[in-house]
């Protein structure tokens, strides 16, 4: 019985690392979504393309669905 | 699909770039085949695919994992394929060479967080040098070009 207790609280332990892991990574996955959007601009100065909406919009795209998903895991995890 | 071509010829689609001279005109824009994209595009496939079947090894072998555990996994695995995806496809995209009727210009993007500009007259050139290796570049038309400056030493790899 003892054994189960321990093992549970372990298996706990080891969620909520996991949590708080998963969080940070999203939230650098956030950040980076920024620097992705700032490189297009740096980068359209460079080499102005037609292609240069169509990247944006993919980088915004990009930055909202890291976001969500970062909001999302925060009420997943943290309660 | 022009704008994503290899060997572009008087381009219209790019607007402008860095440091162009007034009356300059742009003669060729060169980038990669885009057949050397294959090796990254496989593998945002395999990415994408890995975490179903990875779920398909776990509910088979009887690992019961809680459902917000497996769901956040998966969200982060197919955020990263698409960061490096994403990143890939804009490395061979900024990855060219523009030929103006004045100057050679070579435009290299290593990532996010390295690029690098090198240009040289034409009057600077003082060899060229081709090269084509491997069975495959010899059916895709792929050659490597060197031109050799004298003051620098440099090459410049085209």
């Known amino acids: 019985m003892m054994d189960k207790e321990l093992t549970d609280q372990v298996y706990k332990i080891i969620l909520n690392m996991f949590g708080y892991m998963a969080i940070a990574l999203l939230f650098v996955e956030v950040l980076f979504a920024g620097v992705i959007i700032k490189q297009i601009d740096l980068l359209h100065q460079l080499l102005g393309t037609k292609l240069t909406p169509f990247l944006k919009f993919f980088a915004y795209l990009f930055l909202a669905g890291s976001i969500i998903i970062f909001l999302y895991s925060i009420t997943l995890f943290i309660k | ?158």
Request: glycine letters at 4%; a neutral charge.
């Open chain 2, 1 to 158: 699909m022009r704008i994503l071509s290899a060997i572009i010829e008087n381009p219209k689609e790019y607007i402008h770039f860095a440091d162009r001279e007034p009356g300059e005109v742009v003669i060729f824009l060169l980038r990669k085949h885009p057949i050397t994209n294959l090796p990254w595009i496989i593998t945002t496939f395999v990415l994408l695919v890995l975490p179903t079947i990875l779920n398909y090894v776990l509910k088979v072998s009887g690992i019961a994992l809680p459902e917000q555990f497996g769901l956040v996994t998966n969200f982060i695995f197919y955020l990263f394929a698409a960061i490096y995806s994403f990143e890939s496809f804009l490395i061979w995209y900024y990855n060219v060479y523009i030929v103006t009727d004045k100057r050679l210009i070579d435009i290299d993007f290593y990532g996010f967080f390295y690029k690098k500009v090198s240009e040289t007259q034409f009057n600077k050139i003082e060899d060229t040098t081709y090269s084509q290796s491997g069975c495959l570049k010899y059916y895709l038309i792929m050659e490597m070009f060197f031109f050799k400056l004298p003051q620098s030493k440099m090459s410049l790899n085209l």
